[in-house]
T-cell receptor, first 115, second 116 residues
Framework: AQTVTQSQPEMSVQEAETVTLSCTYD???????LFWYKQPPSRQMILVIR??????QNATENRFSVNFQKAAKSFSLKISDSQLGDAAMYFC????????????FGKGTKLTVNP | DAEITQSPRHKITETGRQVTLACHQT?????MFWYRQDLGHGLRLIHY???????NKGEVSDGYSVSRSNTEDLPLTLESAASSQTSVYFC???????????????FGPGTRLTVL
């Protein structure tokens, strides 16, 4: 069974600094997708960034980027120029390629941004 | 704008009562999912549907049921609510087969359910 592990229950960063959140996963499949979701205090789950496993190029969305290491089964999220609004729970998630498979989530990392 | 909504946003009920949580999406997505979120567990899949009349059990399906009579709605029913089902429940949807890009799940705002 696929599993997703986020080894950092909590992280903190100073405003305007850079922080990296870790995620590892376990799968025997070769084609899959990986996601980072953000959950602010409002509880809304918001997609931050996504990555196809067959793509070697790391995905980037504005201040958010990933470091995808397929062989190591690692998918870390880097947040640059951290803002107070980035404070939230961040969840890493995995799904098989094919378009209809369920998401497997990690337990989340709580990010605090200090002014 | 297309969206996914859940109702009610908050619900308090008593042990043994039947409870139904509503989920409605206007994305015209084929796939719909129900998750529960508990401290220390992240989100866990309860049930999911790939289309009308299709339902499947997820990781934590005991005590829950769903039915899909149309594309837009996937109500989640707790047949006899238990205190262990106190949680935050999220509905999600995704386009499903035929999508030309990563099939991404989009989430509703969640329902906080308390079973006393």
């Amino acid at each position: 069974a696929q599993t997703v592990t986020q080894s950092q229950p909590e992280m903190s960063v100073q405003e305007a600094e850079t922080v990296t959140l870790s995620c590892t996963y376990d799968t025997s499949e070769s084609d899959y997708y990986l996601f980072w979701y953000k959950q602010p205090p409002s509880r809304q789950m918001i997609l931050v960034i996504r990555q196809e496993a067959y793509k070697q190029q790391n995905a980037t969305e504005n201040r958010f980027s990933v470091n995808f290491q397929k062989a190591a089964k690692s998918f870390s999220l880097k947040i640059s120029d951290s803002q107070l609004g980035d404070a939230a729970m961040y969840f890493c998630a995995y799904t098989l390629q094919g378009g209809s498979e369920k998401l497997v989530f990690g337990k989340g990392t709580k990010l605090t941004v200090n002014p | 704008d297309a969206e996914i909504t859940q109702s009610p946003r908050h619900k308090i009920t008593e042990t043994g009562r039947q409870v139904t949580l509503a989920c409605h999406q206007t994305w015209n997505h084929n796939n719909m999912f129900w998750y529960r979120q508990d401290l220390g567990h992240g989100l866990r899949l309860i049930h999911y549907s790939y289309g009308v009349q299709d339902t499947n059990k997820g990781e934590v399906s005991d005590g829950y049921s769903v039915s899909r009579s149309n594309t837009e709605d996937l109500p989640l029913t707790l047949e006899s609510a238990a205190s262990s089902q106190t949680s935050v429940y999220f509905c999600a949807s995704s386009q499903g087969p035929g999508t030309s890009s990563i099939d991404t799940q989009y989430f509703g705002p969640g329902t906080r359910l308390t079973v006393l």
